[in-house]
């Protein structure tokens, strides 16, 4: 396979920072000092699970410091917001990593990015034992990499051993009740936590899990939900690269954190993760070869989170009008002239991709513009891919200030839309919903404004009624002779309901003039499914198509209800001429064919109005 501009890109990285001789391994936990200078390894993950990487990007080292922002995640999710503000804040403290940074009164960690707070923050990892609750941190750990992880024992016991510092902390943590109980339980887990064993790969994968709005994006499985990734990422933003982190927003622009291993994990939400591993390290304990690649990455890619301009794809996909488009019911020409001259009451948006607040904005503002020429409106959401709460606030805003204009507003397509049902059932009652909702596919809903235009104008609808010969749509122009001969050569029909009146795929050698009820017209989609795709009702005919090209039937024609109808063998119909009714046979041709325009036409505006 030929190689990707972006590995091609990563590979020159690679080879621009890897004879840096720069910074300095950690060697306070006696076991890192063991760590190799020249292992150097680049990942990025997108949101959509493509992985790019170069170098040692499968070399396992041990997170250390990247374990904090993914365990306060947890703790959000366990304890809730509340309690883990109760133990930690939420301020830069421009301070190292081992900083003792508390509040003077309360004695509360600035932050969960400094080593005060991260251990306050496992403190409130749950589990029945020491052993329960190391296992939930693996299983974290474990989510958000896609594949299972383990701890580098020497490492741990390294640290365990040797980490006064941390120690003091967590006593002085005991001290102002931030920790209750044993402190050396929380400090051991967090001992463990740092010791987790990934790659540069693994950390690509875990940033691009909080790009991807907390799922994984090989797994497909939800690791965290949206709102307390997005608090991961605020406090990664402010705190994660501590003393530098000023400096780092201003010139990389990603979330990120550090490890003292020399790893090093950035995001840009929405778009990718990046995962570094290089051991020697800068004054503040950042990765030196971490720093630059991130900055070139951000530089060349444009990845800083506040110069990337927003990609809002708009939501709008189409407007139409009920002039331009109709139901799936066929209808009669009486009814398909009202609904020419009178349907561009009827609007219709066809809304597509993420609605958001800045994608649905606009929408907003059309819909308004247009309303006062509006009776109905349908919003179709069937081509919406999600929705935020903001746009279902939005939305249904906008359907009650339609309400109050006197229009009707029909919601189609929203059934698997479950962020909105959740909405809803917050501002509806069940009827609202019901009223908005039903009848839920675009096609059925525009039946029934169809129908309320027409009622203003005809006094009944057309398929209630009996519609006799004379009046069928193939008999326009035809004299009371020629629709006396026509009626000797038919034979009257009555079926009920769920009857297939003609076959796919059978010969044809009749058609039909429907007089009462309702067919549809349904086309087999696969094996088992069948798809309506209209409906006619009485003074239109079926099987006409045949008289045409004398092909297999195309489609099945199923009565929907009882029927009447009026059937005309095709061999009486070609005996027509012989008999000397030329004239009449010609008639029938002019009006099938002048009904087979009329719907191409349609068909071509419904094309047209899609663009
Ligand atoms: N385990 C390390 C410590 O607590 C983590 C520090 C870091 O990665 N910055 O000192």
Redesign the pocket.
């Known amino acids: 396979m030929s190689t990707s501009p972006v590995q091609q890109y990563l590979q020159h990285l690679h080879d621009k920072y890897a004879r840096m001789e720069d910074g300095v391994v950690a060697t306070y936990?006696p076991e890192l000092g063991r760590a190799n200078p020249h292992q150097f390894g680049i990942a990025i993950a997108t949101v959509d699970g493509q992985v790019y990487e170069v170098g040692d990007s499968h070399a396992p080292f041990t997170i250390?410091?990247i374990s904090k922002p993914l365990v306060y995640g947890l703790a959000l999710e366990v304890a809730g917001l509340r309690q883990v503000l109760a133990r930690v804040g939420v301020e830069p403290s421009g301070e190292a990593?081992?900083s003792i940074s508390l509040d003077p009164r309360t004695g509360r960690p600035l932050n969960p990015m400094i080593?005060a707070g991260a251990i306050a923050t496992t403190s409130l990892v749950p589990g029945d034992s020491p052993l329960a609750r190391r296992q939930r941190l693996l299983q974290l750990f474990s989510e958000f990499a896609g594949h299972d992880l383990d701890l580098d024992e020497a490492v741990y016991l390294s640290?365990r051993e040797t980490?006064h510092r941390?120690r003091a902390i967590a006593h002085l943590l005991r001290n102002s009740s931030i920790l209750t109980g044993d402190p050396e339980e929380p400090l051991d887990l967090y001992?463990q936590q740092?010791s987790v064993a990934v790659s540069a790969r693994d950390l690509a994968v875990m940033a691009a899990t909080l790009a991807n709005g907390g799922v994984n994006p090989l797994t497909q499985r939800r690791v965290l939900q949206p709102h307390n990734t997005g608090r991961v990422l605020s406090v990664m933003t402010s705190c994660g690269m501590y003393d530098y982190a000023g400096e780092w927003i201003y010139n990389v622009g990603m979330p990120a954190k550090?490890?003292?291993?020399g790893g090093l994990l950035a995001v840009l939400p929405g778009q990718i993760g990046v995962g570094i591993f290089s051991p020697p390290l800068d004054p503040k304990?950042n990765s030196v070869r971490g720093i630059r690649v991130c900055t070139d990455l951000s530089h060349d890619f444009g990845l800083h989170l506040f110069n990337t301009p927003r990609v809002v794809t708009p939501a709008l996909k189409a407007v139409q009008t009920g002039a331009e488009v109709r139901s799936k019911r066929l209808r009669h020409r009486h009814e398909i002239d009202l609904l020419r001259r009178h349907g561009q009451t009827i609007r219709i948006y066809q809304l597509r991709g993420r609605l958001i607040f800045a994608s649905l904005e606009p929408v907003l503002r059309s819909v308004l513009q247009q309303s006062t020429q509006a009776t109905h409106v349908v919003l179709d959401l069937a081509r919406v891919a999600d929705l935020d709460r903001a746009s279902c606030r939005l939305l249904l805003d906008l359907i009650a200030q339609l309400g109050r204009q006197g229009i009707r507003t029909h919601l189609t397509g929203a059934g698997d839309k479950t962020t909105l049902h959740d909405y809803v059932a917050e501002r509806l009652d069940a009827e609202g919903w019901r009223r908005l909702s039903e009848p839920s596919e675009l096609t059925e809903a525009l039946e029934s404004c169809e129908n309320d235009v027409l009622k203003r104008h005809v006094s009944a609808p057309v398929h209630l009624g009996e519609v006799p010969l004379a009046e069928q749509e193939l008999c326009r122009g035809l004299t009371p002779g020629e629709l006396y001969d026509l009626g000797c050569r038919l034979t009257p029909v009555e079926l009920p309901a769920g009857i297939a009146v003609l076959s796919a795929g059978s010969p044809a050698d009749d058609m039909y003039f429907l007089t009462h009820g309702e067919v549809g017209i349904f086309l087999q989609t696969n094996e088992s499914n069948e798809q309506l795709i209209s409906r006619l009702g009485p003074g239109m005919g079926f099987g006409e198509v045949a008289l045409v090209d004398r092909e297999p039937r195309s489609a099945t024609v199923r009565s929907l209800v009882p029927i009447r109808a009026l059937r005309l063998a095709f061999s009486d119909f070609d005996q027509l001429a012989d008999a000397g009714l030329g004239h009449l046979q010609a008639k029938l041709f002019a009006n099938l064919a002048s009904v087979l325009a009329g719907r191409l036409r349609s068909a071509n505006a419904e094309i047209r109005s899609l663009r």
């Open positions: 936990i250390q410091s990593f081992n080593n640290e980490g941390n001992f740092c550090s490890g003292v291993a304990g």
